[in-house]
Structure formats: C-alpha cells, structure tokens
C-alpha cells in the first residue's frame, strides 16, 4: 500500500516515537523509508518583522553533515531489518521543506511525531504537524507523543 513513506525528524527522543511504527509498516509493505531532517535557517528578530541572517557556508555544511550523521544511525537500525533507506538534510522552511520533499520524492505517507502541545503552547511554539496537516496532499500518520513526567 504505502511504497514509500517519509520520516521527518528533528534529532528529539519524542520525534523518534514514530519509528517502531514505521518500522512495521516498511516490513509489512515492503516500503522504502526517505528520513528527512529539516535545519531552520538561522532568524534575527526586529520587532515585528525577521530578519534572515546568512550563515557562513562552512556553519551551515556543519549543521547538514551533523544532520546527516544522526540521520545515519536511524538508518542502520532499519537496514538492518532490511529495510531500503535514504537520507536528506536540508536548510529551509520546516513545514515548507517537509512538503516539498514529499513531492520530490513523491512518497505515498508522511509518518511524525507530534510533540502534543494544545493552547498557548501551540501558539508561541508554532506546530510542525499542523502546518503539513493543513498544506499536505498525501496521506499522513501522526502518533501524539509526550513526555511523561
């Protein structure tokens, strides 16, 4: 059913809740994983308006190879299980990022974690899982995931 699914993370214990159940979802349709984590560029603040703040190109290969080495050590997880996998780190919009990967990759599911925030939380924080909810064309699986405290 689902030949491709992908997997955004952002190197968070909680994000990471969503593997078990990828992992029994990639068996039992023998699908192919596309972990993805997405670097927020880096966002000075004025006022009322953001200012984009240009990294050096040496920081922000930094932050992609870091990126890519977490994402390596999930990989082997599932290679082993015999799972086909790749990985993509990309610099941009979270939300933005994650839904054009999805189309570039034309994967049939994106499967996350939500962090489970509600109310004022949500609004200073912003949430990841509603902005793709609301721009997503294609299926997608959120598992709540919260500390337990």
């Known amino acids: 059913m689902y030949k491709k699914i992908l997997v955004p993370l952002d190197g968070s214990s909680r994000a990471e809740k969503i593997l078990p159940h990828v992992k029994n979802l990639a068996k039992m349709n023998s699908s192919e994983v596309v972990f993805l984590q997405v670097i927020r560029p880096v966002i000075v603040s004025d006022g009322y308006k953001g200012i984009l703040v240009e990294e050096s190109q040496g920081e922000s290969n930094r932050k992609l190879e870091e990126a890519l080495e977490y994402l390596s050590g999930i990989e082997g997880e599932f290679r082993e299980a015999g799972i086909i996998t790749h990985k993509r780190s990309l610099i941009g919009s979270v939300v933005n990022t994650i839904i054009e990967v999805s189309q ?5 599911l994106i499967a996350m974690a ?3 925030r509600s109310g004022l939380s949500r609004v200073f924080y912003g949430s990841v899982a509603a902005g793709i909810l609301q721009a997503v064309d294609r299926p997608l699986l959120l598992i709540r995931s919260r500390d337990i405290s």
């Open 104 to 108: 570039s990759e034309n994967v049939d």
């Open 114 to 116: 939500s962090h489970g």
